[in-house]
């Protein structure tokens, strides 16, 4: 979480809204319960808002209020418009954390294993294949992610992997295969959904792109991958178009029986 003392306006459009609304809050003396009346939140609300701790974002009701309020012209709408459109490294901070909390997750991959079911030396061939300066440190995180998957109160995974996924050469033949049992065995898990989308379905809408949607008993959101970043969002609109795509590549992908006779295929021509 980030304490309000950590903020950095000048490197988040976030950490600036929630900077802007402690500063406007104190300059008019409100106190956090007053805000909260405003913006019909309770006080710790306000107070995570400004704090930009993960799971809190200004909402677009929220900052048309506070607009309002202070005279300020768009101000907090405007801010939020941008922030939602900026593609920025903290979000996947975000979305880990959200990860944590979650009872349900839908991942799609278009080209890799998506980053909760990789083997070490997967994440390893990986991460260090890019600019990660802390290798060790970074597979580490991976396979720390990794915990609530075993844990005694699971979320359910749903996972669609375009059939690039199974056969992009990470790593060597041992590593591949390595890779490949660790899916076949991810697949007999009760809480876990693993289904091929195979290349003869042609062109498909998933090919813009991977995404992931993470549900907690408070929230939805989908999180989009770009390079250098991504972009988080909870706005209802852009989770229900995410959650469509999903659907509609499930469509076509292949049964769970049929996807695990898909993986052992793979593994055996690797022998």
Known sequence: MVARELLDPDGSLWHWIAADLHFYRTKHKMTLDQLGEVMSLK?????????????FRLQQRQAEALDALWGLN???SRLLRYAHRMHSP???RDFTELEKHSNKIKLYEVALVPGLLQTEGYARTL??????????????ARLTRQAILPSDNPPALWVLLNQSALEQPVGGPEIMRGQLQHLLDCTQRHNTIIRVVPRSIGAHMGLDGAFSIIYTKKTRAAYMD?????RLSDDPAVVDEHELCFDRIGADALSRESTRQMITKQIEAMS
């Open 43 to 55: 006080k710790a609300a306000v107070s995570n808002l400004e704090a930009a701790r993960p799971g």
């Open 74 to 76: 768009g101000h907090f």
């Open 90 to 92: 903290e979000w996947f």
């Open 127 to 140: 991460l260090s294949s890019g600019p990660v300066v802390n290798v060790d440190r970074a597979v580490s």
């Open 226 to 230: 770009a390079i250098g970043g991504g």
